[in-house]
């Protein structure tokens, strides 16, 4: 399993991936403070352009620096200089077009291809639809929701049969019960 879920808009025939979010300001020389939904939070500065939703504008921007600090990431944007400007940036949502990922193995999926997939069990009984994936220590773990919630664990080969993303369907070995 691969890095990004989170969520995913379809808009102009384009696939959206939310890489995260800015929640504060750094300083006073108009850094921002962003949580990363990467799964390795630094790999949010690796990917360029960053389309920043401002006012339900969603816009390109450049990152001028960016670096850990601590359990977050601070990032400075270009045209961004002083704590003011930074503090109107505060709870924009970060977006890649999903073309700007890289070209995962056949047995990797990014979360965001995961969420919306229909799970079905071995023996054709359908759960429901994969909502989110949570991370735990162990494995990811799928949140399907049908006729009731159910979290089964993301595990190939044990758990997981096979994977058809054109179909968007998953059939898993997992007990209806649990």
């Known amino acids: 399993m691969s890095e990004l879920d989170r969520s995913s808009v379809k808009e102009d ?46 816009q390109p921007v450049k990152l001028k620096a960016g670096k850990a600090h601590g359990k977050t990431i601070i990032v400075q944007l270009e045209g961004v200089d002083d704590r003011n400007e930074a503090e109107t940036w505060i709870g924009c949502d970060i977006y890649i077009p ?7 193995a056949d047995d990797e999926y990014y979360w965001s291809d995961l969420v919306g997939l229909t799970v079905m069990s071995s023996e054709g009984q359908a759960y429901g ?35 058809d ?13 649990f």
């Open 98 to 104: 999903s073309d700007q990922l890289k070209k995962l």
């Open 129 to 163: 639809v994969i909502e989110r994936m949570l991370e735990t220590g162990a494995n990811d773990v799928m949140v399907v929701q049908g006729d009731r919630e159910r979290l089964i664990p993301f595990a190939m080969d044990q758990v997981i049969k096979s994977i």
């Open 13 to 58: 025939g384009k696939k959206w991936l939310q890489l995260g979010n800015i929640t504060g300001v750094f300083g006073i020389k108009g850094w921002l403070k962003v949580y990363a939904n990467t799964e390795d939070k630094e790999n949010i500065l690796s990917y360029q352009p960053w389309y920043i939703e401002r006012n339900k504008v969603r």
């Open 165 to 177: 993303l054109g179909e968007k369907k998953m059939v898993v070995d997992w007990d209806a019960d």
